[in-house]
Every structure is written in structure tokens, then in C-alpha cells.
């Protein structure tokens, strides 16, 4: 029993840092911008597919990734540029239908440029799975931990102790005001969204390895994030990634003692429970008006 629950946990875990990372991308941006980014999923799907295609190609596999990273940054500023920058002051519900549209646009363009299959790629240290007290866990899944953590880390350390992070506070804090003392915002943003584009895209090259990768893979990953962020805390970092990780659990343990069919629906449940006893989120700060 003790080693069936190690498996079940090791696995939600190793999804739960996917969710959180994207959840994490979802933060970054709307706490520069105020904008969620529903197109947040497809640079996961552009990490796991220009890597694909580019080992396939026969370019090695750390240039591979520098190479799918750029694609996605490159995106996630094209992004800003050509569709939230001239809608800036657009209202939340228009500026969501732009990221979706734009998720759409993407989306369409990665079935052109790559094709409709599955595809994986090799673990980086391996396929044989580690033993851990009865549970076989996969090298691959110790990559993904290893790597959200990572990107947690360094994103933490951006924001605190670099003059570009601290621009990005002072832009999410009071636009105007960071404006005044000569930040420039709409650089600031797109930087936003390059930071967030890159880090959905090395989540997708960590976990390509694990659950495959297609140009469609982006839209469950957009509304798990998203997910996770809500559960978390809208606009906490930290939130995004419990929520993340909660939710990864709830759908590896739901998935085994009761039924994979219902592991969604049952992680979904488990966040409609939570916000209905802490509206908003297990971290995130109670709303207040100053009147």
C-alpha cells in the first residue's frame, strides 16, 4: 500500500509542477498587466514541439531546447506586440478573448508548420525507471521537479534582486506612476511576456519526455494553469504553485483508488470546494476597496 501511494504521489507531483509552472507563466503576466493569458499553454506546446522537431532534425539536444526557447519568447513578444499592446485599454473580458483568439492563431499555425501526431522525446538521463521504496519512479519525473524548482527559484531572484524585475513590480503595482519615473511599461510588458512565454516552453521540453506532446497539447495545460492559479491565488506566485501541485495530487490519487475517468472532474470539484470556503484562494489576499 505504502508503495502504491509513493507512485500515485510521485506522479501528481510530477504534474503538478507542469500545472505550476504554467500557473506561474499565467502570474507573471497578469501581474504586470492585469491581462490573463489564455495562450499561456501553447508556448508549453511550442517548448515540447520545435524540440521534437529540431532533434528529429538532427540538431543536438541543448540546442534543441535554446532553439525552442527563443521560438516561444519570440511568440510571446509577438504576442504583446501585435494583439494585447494595441488592445491595452481594452477591458479584461476583450483583452481574454484576444489571448484566446491569439491561443487559436497558434494553434492553427503549429498544425501547419508540424503535423497532427503524438511525439516524445527520449528521457534525458534515460527511460529505466528508479526504484524508492517500491515505487518506480521515472528519471524523467526527478527532471521536472528538479526543473520547476529551479525555475521557481531564479524567477524569485529576477524579480528581487534585478533592476528589470523591479521594474516589472513597480509596472504591475501603478502603471502611471512607474511611467512618471521613467520606466518604460510597454517594453517592461513585453519583457513580461517573454519571461512567461520562456518559462511554458521549458515546461513543455521537461515534460515531453512524460505524456507526449501534439499542436493542441496547449489547451487542457492553459485551463489546468489556470486552474492551479485560481486555487493557489490569483496574481501569488506562491500560490500558483500549491495550486498546482494540489491539484496535481488530487488527479493522480482520484485517478487511482477511484477512477482515471473521473480524475479531471474530481480536481476541478476539489477547487470549487476550496474557493466556496476561501474565495479568493488557499494564498491568495482578500480583496479590498478603499473607499
Known sequence: MLAQFLQFTMSGLTVGAVYAIVGLGFTIIYNASGVLNFAQGEFVMIGGMVTVFAVAAGVPLPLAILLAIAVAA???????????????????????????????????????????????????????????????ILPQALWVLGGSALIVT????????????????????????????????????????????????????????????????GTMLALKGFAALVLGGLGSPAGAILGGMVLGLCESLSAGYLSSTYKDAFAFLVMIAVLLVMPSGLLGKPSAERV
Open 154 to 217: 531564479l524567477v524569485t531572484l529576477f524579480f528581487a534582486k534585478t533592476m528589470i524585475g523591479k521594474a516589472v513590480l513597480a509596472t504591475a503595482a501603478n502603471r502611471l506612476a512607474a511611467q512618471l519615473v521613467g520606466v518604460n511599461t510597454s517594453v517592461i510588458l513585453a519583457i513580461s511576456f517573454a519571461l512567461s512565454a520562456t518559462i511554458g516552453a521549458i515546461a513543455g521540453i521537461l515534460v515531453t519526455p512524460i505524456t507526449f506532446t501534439n499542436y493542441e497539447v
Open 74 to 136: 519570440i511568440v510571446g513578444v509577438a504576442l504583446h506586440r501585435l494583439a494585447i499592446e494595441p488592445a491595452k485599454d481594452a477591458s479584461p473580458v476583450v483583452l481574454i478573448i484576444i489571448t484566446i483568439g491569439g491561443a487559436l492563431v497558434i494553434r492553427g499555425i503549429a498544425q501547419i508548420v508540424f503535423d497532427k501526431q503524438l511525439h516524445k522525446l527520449p528521457g534525458f538521463s534515460g527511460d529505466t525507471p528508479v526504484n524508492f521504496m517500491g515505487a518506480s
